[in-house]
């Protein structure tokens, strides 16, 4: 078979403890691609409707791309799917390294777990033969000394991934580790994989990935490559603040390229935007109550990216990838090092706690990589107790003594190896904020700033209301990996798909909040574009770059030895969204549930800051964006002309 996938997935019955290969017929690879697509086809119809997500009938799936192996640039993500525990549908994560090369050289597109074991097991697949193997010596332990046992266990040549002591104690918002610590981090997906009392998989393969057309892979990827080595000098990381000021005072907005970013990318990695974002007003601040003049220069200053990669022992690349934005940062205290802490994790366990503290930052996102528990929903769910504390509905008594604070960077340590633990208030919290508040109950859900129970990103989308459209619409909701205003523009996706609407190079900043069929076309256009890279295995950061200089429909092309079409690839995406989204609908689950809360939207409105009176008009979008997929516009639910449109 040379058309990039390998044709088969594993099936695994933890309850019976049964293994056995599926063949998957070509067609389903034409409809759906791989990954994300291939997952949304088998969930779909093989989840009962009445699933506890912790339960035995729930499947948890990890999948590759269909472009992983092939010679494509950027082609390294592995996705993990399942019903979600914290939102009651459809759940997935996306994480780098290199577990998902591991996967296919199995033999497989996807290896998918149902049932309970009745002991810890862990998954093993040598040599083309798969069992279950006894993990009760590992279980407790946390992912980074668990991942070490295994690798000396199997002469270091194995692919790892694994559930650390957040998973094993049932947090729906821990997830699932690889490469030392590196996450899938989102959906609370590692809950799933601790009920099923999975603690691992460990994938030594040597199956051969084979492709179409190897020659014009390879030379779709060097051309992409000179793009990707174009690295000019950039200013240092201590004046970034002042690009942000500079871009929050001026009334017109530049259209990006994404090549500027891959520039920031590839110095810094994603810490680049840390103060550039809080001073333009895309960074959340003191639980999206507070903005850019709480957590100013002064105090931002202390994560800037320079502080990070002054730090940096190795840079380091996942498979397939040429710019390498990731980073091994050495650290005192606790740990001696820690992978170079993301974007994401910064703001939600910085500004959004309003801690400037950079030594606990390190320090919590080793502690929190080693547990396995989401670093975004971790630090909102502090930023949620704490303001829960300054009004009284979380006393002293309550948190045994640590004084929750806004920047006490200690109490925030001592609150988060509470929630890791399940100790006192910290069991609470472990399973995010939404349910937090309803235990709590006095008013704290005024608190909460989230999306059908998962916190949202560290992306404001009072700064761009693509964010609040996508956190909302999404069938795995609160994601700041899927579209807005500002990737579509990176995206450049009018100059691959007919009938796209092209961005100008300059805009005034009022035409963002208008809302009108032109942004519903470009946030489905998201969408349906995120959901191919995500069946490819390609990564957000690499589609950056543009749709001109990432080839990802000619890569395909080569890889399979289709002939189809941008427009035609763009419907595969619309059919997987349309899939997750009846997914979501056949567990119950009401799409306008999962809009974000009124303080993300601007409801009331800031009374300062780079976001001062600015409101999103997220009803009227989600409903723009479900008539551009066909979909109900007053219940975002797909009918059966829809369906049967798309060949569901």
């Known amino acids: 078979m040379d058309k990039g996938y390998m044709g088969k997935i594993l099936m695994v019955d933890l309850t019976a403890g049964d293994i056995k290969e599926e063949i998957v017929p070509d067609d389903v690879y034409e409809k759906y691609l791989s990954g994300m697509g291939l997952a949304a086809s088998l969930l779909y119809n093989r989840i009962p409707a009445d699933a506890d997500p912790l339960g035995p009938d729930n ?51 996807g290896i998918f777990f149902r049932g309970i074991s009745d002991k810890p097991v862990y998954l093993h697949i040598k040599n083309g033969k798969a069992r279950l193997r006894d993990a009760s010596h590992i279980w407790g332990m946390d992912t980074v000394e668990a991942e070490r046992m295994l690798l000396e266990e199997t002469a270091g040549n194995a692919r790892v991934a694994l559930i650390g002591p957040s998973g094993e104690k049932i947090s ?46 390879k030379k779709l990827s060097r051309k992409c490559n000179k793009w990707v080595q174009f690295q000019p000098p950039f200013i240092p990381g201590s004046m970034t603040s002042y690009v942000g000021a500079l871009m929050r005072v001026m009334p017109t907005v530049l259209a990006q390229d994404g090549m500027l970013y891959k520039i920031l990318l590839r110095k810094w990695g994603t810490v680049s935007m840390n103060q550039m974002s809080v001073e333009m007003g895309d960074a959340p601040i003191k639980n999206w109550k507070g903005n850019n003049t709480d957590f100013g220069r002064k105090k931002s200053i202390s994560t800037n990216p320079g502080v990070f990669t002054d730090c940096e022992m190795i840079k380091y690349h996942c498979y397939s990838c040429p710019l390498g934005c990731g980073g091994i940062c050495s650290m005192t205290g606790k740990y001696n090092e ?38 975004i929903s971790a630090g909102a769910t502090a930023a949620f107790a704490i303001e829960c504390y300054e009004e009284g509905i979380l006393t002293k008594e309550d948190t045994d003594g640590i004084e929750l604070t806004w ?54 989308g009072r700064n761009d209301p693509g964010f609040a459209l996508h956190y909302s619409v999404e069938p795995a909701p609160g994601r700041h990996t899927i579209g807005s205003g500002l990737y579509y523009e990176m995206f450049q996706l009018w100059k691959k798909v007919k009938g796209l609407p092209k961005v100008g190079p300059l805009y005034f900043k009022g035409t963002k909040y208008v809302v009108n069929e032109e942004k519903a076309v470009i946030g489905a256009a998201c969408s349906k574009f995120i959901n191919v890279l995500n069946g490819a295995g390609l990564c957000l950061f690499g589609s950056f770059l543009g749709s ?55 409801r009331p409105p800031l009374s300062g800051g780079a976001n001062k009176g600015r409101a999103v008009d997220v009803d009227t979008m989600i409903e723009g964006y479900w008539g551009q997929f066909g979909w109900d516009i007053r219940t975002g639910k797909p009918g059966a002309e829809c369906m049967e449109r798309l060949g569901i």
């Open 59 to 109: 499947i948890l799936g990890f999948v590759s791309g269909l472009l992983t192996g092939t010679g494509s640039l950027f082609a390294g993500r592995w996705m993990v799917v399942g019903k979600s525990p914290l939102t009651g549908g459809w759940g997935d994560a996306n994480c780098g390294g290199n577990f998902s090369p591991a996967i296919k050289r199995c033999g497989y597109d």
């Open 338 to 375: 820690t992978h170079k802490p993301e974007y994401e994790t910064v703001l939600a366990l910085g500004g959004l706690c309003m801690n400037e503290d950079v030594d606990s930052l390190f320090e919590l996102n080793e502690t929190l990589n080693r547990a396995g528990m989401d670093t």
């Open 548 to 602: 001109k200089r990432i080839p990802t429909f000619d890569w395909l092309n080569a890889a399979t030895g289709w002939n189809k079409t941008p427009e035609e690839y763009m419907e595969i995406g619309e059919r997987v969204q349309t899939l997750r989204q009846a997914f979501n609908i056949k567990h119950g689950i009401e799409p306008k549930d999962f809009k974000i809360s009124d303080r993300a939207a601007g």
């Open 172 to 217: 729906l918002i821990s997830g699932i580790s690889n490469d030392r610590g590196r996450m899938a981090a989102r959906s609370g997906l590692g809950a799933v994989m601790g009920s099923k009392m999975l603690k691992a998989l460990v994938l030594e393969g040597a199956k051969r990935i084979s492709v179409h057309n190897r020659e014009e892979i």
């Open 407 to 460: 920047g006490n960077s200690s109490a925030i340590i001592a609150l988060i190896d509470k929630m890791i633990n399940r100790e006192g208030i910290g069991d609470i919290l472990a399973d995010g904020s939404k349910i937090a508040a309803r235990k709590l109950g006095k008013g704290s859900e005024r608190f909460t700033v989230h999306a059908g129970g998962q916190e949202l990103a560290m992306h404001d």
